[in-house]
């Protein structure tokens, strides 16, 4: 996600299809038209790629003759972005909050390396 675009910013269709682009790497419109669930028609498919485009949100790219549009930052950077929204608006910006939320959902399986790299987290967190 751009910098500038917070995920507040975008509409939930929006959401939703910058959800697909980023889960696929990149896509047509007929791609997310596709994938999304209740679907718009295909030109209202391509009115949201192009205002994503405008906000920065996706980049369009020609390929083989086919518009193609990918995330315009990597998917590791857009999921901290949604992540680090979503802990502000729904948690009031306590990780703390959200990691304890997330945790204490019955049925959680971690493996080995995931505890432990929680472990390590939250050492370092208490460090600082």
Request: with cysteine.
């Amino acid at each position: 996600m751009s910098a500038d675009v917070l995920p507040g910013d975008l509409s939930k269709r929006e959401r939703q299809v910058v959800e697909i682009i980023i889960r696929l790497g990149r896509a047509t419109a007929r791609d997310v038209e596709h994938q999304l669930a209740e679907a718009p028609t295909y030109s209202a498919v391509r009115s949201i790629l192009r205002i994503l485009v405008a906000k920065g949100v996706i980049v369009k790219r020609l390929d083989a003759g086919r518009d193609w549009y990918a995330p315009r930052v990597a998917p590791a950077a857009a999921r901290m972005g949604v992540i680090r929204g979503l802990v502000k608006n729904f948690f009031g910006d306590s990780a703390g909050e959200a990691a304890c939320a997330l945790l204490g959902q019955k049925n959680l399986r971690l493996t080995a390396a995931e505890a432990d790299r929680l472990i390590k987290f939250i050492e370092e967190a208490r460090k600082s």
